[in-house]
């Protein structure tokens, strides 16, 4: 299945490399932009090709992933409007825009084509991405496979309802700037211990990143992290007193805190 990507940028690269990393041929990409640099230049990296024009590229391809800004993107569905109407249900258009909803996007392009909505996180980069999609009715089976495919390449990928696109953002949209934020407050700790700032960084970054490993491996074994805590809070011992006071500070409070403010003001966005 050929796949061309209108937009060149961070997130169709980190989605095409992993694609291409995990076995995809480069030969079926085919990629556009807005200044003639990023496109060839992504192109000869994976053995791809460019189009001359967006118009151009929906008409070679089986899926059309549309990597431009959410502002950008009804001028884009403009420009390939009419080859896409036309081809019908031979081409699956994917759009990773936040806060583009199928209905919004049905109505750009003025008819029913497949549509998936996908939404990725920031880990695209490394592989390690958390994406959910919804999907149209009329997507096939195939489609919607090959689009699973993709991002299955760069990470992990489920299917929720349209409606579930606000929460899901706050959990693994948001979630990775407030890790960021929760791994620079406890280095700021180790610092205030003796430790150096990036020496304090890269133990914590380390020990959350193996204990997220371990919960995905406890999950699938039906252990929750409720049981991983009780697992390691000896009685009387520090993880505990440390648990005691995170919680009289408010920590559970305030993660719940601001997934409601996440949700709340995707909600006023759209
Ligand atoms: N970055 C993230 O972590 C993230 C996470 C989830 C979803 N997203 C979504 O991903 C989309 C892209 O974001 P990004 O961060 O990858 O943006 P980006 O790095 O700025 O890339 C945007 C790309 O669009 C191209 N472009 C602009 N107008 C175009 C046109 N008319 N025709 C063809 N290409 C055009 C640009 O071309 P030039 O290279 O020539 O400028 C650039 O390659 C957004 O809708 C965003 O909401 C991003």
């Known amino acids: 299945m050929s796949i061309g990507f209108i937009g060149s940028g961070a997130m ?3 989605i095409a490399r992993g694609a291409v990393a995990a076995g995809l041929d480069g030969a079926t990409l085919v990629f556009t932009d807005a ?12 053995g791809g090709s460019v189009a001359p024009s967006n118009a151009a590229l929906a008409e070679r391809v089986d899926l059309i992933l549309l990597g431009v800004k959410p502002h950008l993107q009804s001028d884009v569905i403009g420009e390939i409007r009419a080859v896409v ?25 003025g008819a029913s084509v497949p549509l998936v909505r996908v939404m990725p996180n920031v880990n695209a980069q490394i592989g390690e991405s958390m994406t959910a999609l919804c999907a149209s009715e009329s997507v096939s089976d195939a489609q919607l496979t090959a689009v699973r495919d993709l991002f299955d390449s760069i990470g992990r990928c489920v299917r929720i309802e349209e409606q579930d696109f606000p929460v899901f953002s706050a959990l693994a949209g948001c979630s990775p700037a407030w890790v960021f934020q929760i791994i620079d407050a406890l280095a700021r700790a ?16 380390q020990a959350l990143s193996g204990s997220a490993q371990l919960v995905l491996e406890a999950v699938d074994h039906d252990v929750i992290p409720a049981q991983l805590i009780d697992q390691v809070t000896s009685p009387g011992g520090t ?8 919680e009289g500070a408010g920590l559970s409070t305030s993660l719940i805190m601001a ?3 996440a949700v709340a003001r995707d909600h006023e966005l759209g």
């Open 259 to 261: 997934v409601d403010a």
């Open 85 to 109: 109407t036309a081809r019908g249900e031979d081409v699956c258009v994917v759009s990773i825009a936040a806060g583009r909803s199928l209905e919004t996007m049905e109505t750009d392009f």
């Open 12 to 14: 169709a690269s980190a």
């Open 190 to 205: 180790g610092v205030r211990h003796g430790l150096p700032k990036q020496r304090a960084v890269a133990i914590v970054a």
């Open 35 to 46: 200044h003639g640099t990023h496109a060839p230049a992504l192109a000869e990296e994976l």
């Open 239 to 246: 993880t505990i007193a440390g648990l005691i006071a995170a």
